[in-house]
């Protein structure tokens, strides 16, 4: 899909930006980005999705497993449940990757257009910061 790491920052004109902020700004980036997301995702939603994918976010076990259970009973098996799986950060607690592995799937059954709102989301945020990158970097035209 996208990743938000040196190159990213290359591509939006921060390159420049001192090694001491960019992880900090790069989970900025991610943060906004989540946010604008969740906001158009939610956009049309009932409240009983908005609240069954809370669930997801929350980590909450007994309706993650509540949800496979009537979704997707066959789940542990997929290969892409698997793969999932498999690249986790080693110590991930099962928990987490079920909830992040269910939010997935969730969306791909109830908003199939969740990558491309992602993508767009994406894109207008990189030509905002783009737009601002001097007085991000600290320039000053001004001189």
Known sequence: MFQLDDKFLQDIGLGDLPEDQRKAF???IYDELELRV???LSEGMSEQQMSEFESFVDRAEDKVRAWF??????YASRPDYQQFASSAPEGTDEVAILSEYASLKWLEM???DYRQIVAQELESLKQEIMSQKDAILGRDHAA
């Open 110 to 112: 109830n908003r199939p």
């Open 69 to 74: 259970a009537a979704n997707m009973p066959d």
């Open 26 to 28: 790069l989970q900025h």
């Open 38 to 40: 969740g906001t158009k």
